[in-house]
């Protein structure tokens, strides 16, 4: 089957620099997605790594290692506006559609 | 205007009762979603579909229907709910298969409907 793992909470304060860690197994793979969700809202599109790698979107880069079946979201220059639950995401087996991780809630304090 | 809306936002209900929740979409996308989520479990695919033809179950599909009214519409509908079907709700879309191209990857979320069974 299919399965991502992240952390279900992380803290940090105004500035600082945080890695979130997804660690996924599947059968067929076809990328890494992150996408942030605020309170509530609807879930934004962040990143993707097809290739492994380094890809970078202003403050936040995504990094993806298919080897050790891994990839990190990283935020820098953390803001307030960051506090935000983060999902990674792998497509199904078929590639139909997108599998979620539970989230991972980051805090951002002052 | 948004991209993607749902009907209703909220939405209050009480078990048995057969209810739909409707998605619309402007964005042109020929694929459409619909997933639940509750607090701590993430998102959960329940239908999705490719085209008007095309509706595939997704891992929690039990106790829910779809239609496919047209490209731009997608209807989720529980038959008989239960409290346990309390959750949020979210349609998305795409636009095409999973590639290397950022673009292909994309999902775009409406807002959500919050849906309470008693």
């Known amino acids: 089957g299919q399965s991502l793992e992240q952390p279900s909470e992380v803290t940090a304060v105004e500035g600082a620099i945080v890695q979130i860690n997804c660690t996924y197994q599947?059968?067929?793979?076809?990328?890494l997605s992150w996408y942030q969700q605020h309170d509530g809202g609807a879930p934004t599109f962040l990143s993707y790594n097809a290739l492994d790698g380094l890809e970078e979107t202003g403050r936040f880069s995504s990094f993806l290692s298919r080897s050790d079946s891994y990839g990190y979201l990283l935020l820098q220059e953390l803001q307030m506006k960051d506090s935000a639950s983060y999902f990674c995401?792998?497509?199904?087996?078929?590639?139909?559609?997108?599998?979620f991780g539970k989230g991972t809630t980051l805090s951002v304090s002052s | 205007d948004a991209d993607v809306t749902q009907t209703p936002r909220n939405r209050i209900t009480k078990t048995g009762k057969r209810i739909m929740l409707e998605c619309s979409q402007t964005k042109g996308h020929d694929r459409m979603y619909w997933y639940r989520q509750d607090p701590g479990l993430g998102l959960r695919l329940i239908y999705y579909s490719f085209d008007v033809k095309d509706i595939n179950k997704g891992e929690i599909s039990d106790g829910y229907s779809v239609s496919r009214q047209a490209q731009a519409k997608f209807s989720l509908s529980l038959e008989s709910a239960i409290p346990n079907q309390t959750a949020l709700y979210f349609c998305?879309?795409?636009?095409?298969?999973?590639?290397?191209?950022?673009?292909?990857?994309?999902?775009?979320f409406g807002p959500g409907t919050r849906l309470t069974v008693l």
């Open positions: 998305a879309t795409s636009d095409d298969a999973p590639g290397l191209a950022k673009t292909y990857n994309e999902q775009f």
């Open positions: 995401a792998l497509f199904n087996q078929a590639g139909t559609a997108l599998i």
């Open positions: 599947t059968s067929g793979f076809y990328g």
